[in-house]
């Protein structure tokens, strides 16, 4: 396990108090400034004037209340978040997620992690995140638009395409996005199509985000096994959750070439010896917005369902398992049986999907390992190309934007495998992002003064 250098200490420790009670915030600092030991050794200028104090703390953090009234005439209260952390390389720029585990310290440790993420993207973007405890499953979809209403109604007045971008995350899609885009618009009596993002192609959005970050992903998996002399054509893969990342992901490994056995949601996992039926696992989450279960009981034979806490996905054998599901959803143990099982690759779809010491056991072991702030970065970067697109009142065919989408991920390969060769550590992935990242912020944080 890599040591905080102990400069960095001091630092981390004041983290630690300022925010007591977040530990997925602790864990992404800690994740980060394990890194940043090789980068103040090399460039003492960083621990100057608080830049490291001022990167692990947010601008501003708006927390807010959200009432709504259901279909039953009751009204409810949920709690509405925006965590608006770095704004050196251009507006904040994060989604807004909609779950019950929704807290102000998930949302800061997305909004930290998305700093970085969206720096490695080398687009004008800073880094936010977003959203609410509110539960979305079950409710109709008028429930839906009068809380992303009055969700909207509230966050509107941080927000604008030169200030704070948001889009969607989990329990956000395009409904949800066109609810808010609508009252925004009507609030501020302004067509000011570039302050959301993940819109509908018919107001502003952009082809291939919704492929974006299961593509993009993909992308840089295959970028990693070309380094290797190696390709994803022939490998089997295994992809937990179902849902936009998810779906787009195993739909770029199939044209690839792989055989994608598994995917999973939250009341466990199916298992396809054949190969999935992409086709099925779309109609059944995204029409009938059923379970994942369903796929065994209509497909049959070849298949079997495992249920929610009677195994882990990750106990199936596999060259290639990519967690985009949620945040410490592969752990050591799940880490120690892939790489028994001959694992070639493991990249995060999700934000923080494996835990520190999966990430340790991965990366002692010489598995190919791409953390997300890398490896799920087309999403955002999309959402960038969305507000190009929107800035110049233009819209791209889906080939340009994939062939974009591409690049940028090629780039951000590239980058993290370079930065990690410069600091000693190649083939790091995880120190190469972190590090490239990290620089790209702290020179724009430096050339801007103490702000």
Known sequence: MTRIDEKLEPILTTVKERNAGEP???????????????????????????????????????????????????????????????????????????????????????????????????????????????????????????FCQSFITELHRHLGEYTDVPAGDIGVGGREIGYMFGQYKRLTNRYEAGVLTGKGLSYGGSRARPEATGFGLVFFVRSMLEAQGDSIDGKTAVVSGSGNVACFAIKKLQEYGAKVIACSDSGGYVVDENGLDLELVREIKEKRRGRISEYHRIKGTGTYFVEAGKGPIWDLPCEIALPCATQNELNGKHAATLIRNGVRVVAEGANMPCTPDAVDALRQSNVLYAPGKAANAGGVATSALE?????????????????????????????????????????????????????????????????
């Open 24 to 146: 997925e915030f602790h864990q992404a600092v800690i994740e980060v400034m394990e890194s940043l030991g090789r980068v103040v050794a090399k460039h003492p200028q960083f621990l100057e004037e608080g830049l490291i104090e001022r990167i692990c703390e947010p601008e501003r953090q708006i927390i807010f209340r959200v009432p709504w009234i259901d279909d039953n005439n009751q009204v409810r209260i949920n709690r509405g978040f925006r965590v608006q952390f770095n704004s050196a390389l251009g507006p904040y720029k994060g989604g807004l997620r909609f779950h019950p585990s929704v807290n102000v310290g998930i949302i800061k440790f997305l909004g930290f992690e998305q700093t970085f993420k969206n720096a490695l993207t080398t687009m004008p973007i800073g880094g936010g995140k977003g959203g609410s405890d509110f539960d979305p499953k079950g409710r109709s979809d008028r429930e839906i638009m009068r």
């Open 387 to 451: 507000m190009q697109q929107n800035a110049s009142r233009d819209s791209w065919t889906f080939d340009q934007t994939v062939e974009r989408l591409d690049e940028i991920m090629t780039n951000i390969h590239d980058v993290c495998a370079e930065t990690a060769e410069e600091y000693g550590a190649p083939g790091d992935y995880v120190l190469g992002a972190n590090i490239a990242g990290f620089v790209r912020v702290a020179e724009a944080m430096r050339a801007l003064g103490v702000v």
